[in-house]
């Protein structure tokens, strides 16, 4: 086989495996609109998923979280395990605490794993920092 093709399949191989990781491993960045987990509303945060969750009367739960806290991501995997003892109403939205700064800025949100909830109307109602889903919960009622 000449040196030219070997090159073309090792690349082909590299993108292939490359688009698989990335497509369905931790990397994915997941768009504003897509949600997070199918049994309870569990959304990246975005002014539309913002307004949309207010518009249904749903009590908002915003969520600051990053990829390298490790409590953030122990509740966010709670959440996906035991989301059906959340309260159907509420809706969770994950704020990127690393990268959305106009967010943070417009919260005071000041450290991750910081979770605040909405009533209806969109007033601050609870705010705490940490704590798993049974804690969440608590907060909730």
């Known amino acids: 086989m000449k040196p030219f093709n070997i090159l073309l399949i090792l690349s082909l191989i590299v993108i292939g495996v490359g688009f698989v990781f990335f497509k369905d491993g931790f990397f994915t960045k997941s768009s504003n609109s897509e949600i997070l987990m ?30 390298w806290c490790q409590t953030c991501q122990t509740l966010e ?20 605490y690393d990268n959305d700064k106009e967010m943070k800025r ?7 794993h910081t979770l605040i909830v909405l009533d209806q109307n969109g007033n601050e109602n609870k705010r705490w920092i940490g704590g798993n889903l049974d804690a969440l919960i608590q907060n909730l009622n």
């Open 106 to 112: 417009k919260w005071g949100i000041i450290m991750q």
């Open 77 to 96: 995997k709670e959440i996906k395990e035991r989301g059906n003892s959340l309260p159907p109403d509420v809706t969770i939205l994950k704020v990127d």
């Open 38 to 67: 199918d049994r309870v509303n569990y959304l990246n945060y975005s002014e539309q998923n913002l307004a949309f969750a207010q518009k249904n009367g749903r009590p908002v739960l915003f969520f600051a979280a990053t990829i």
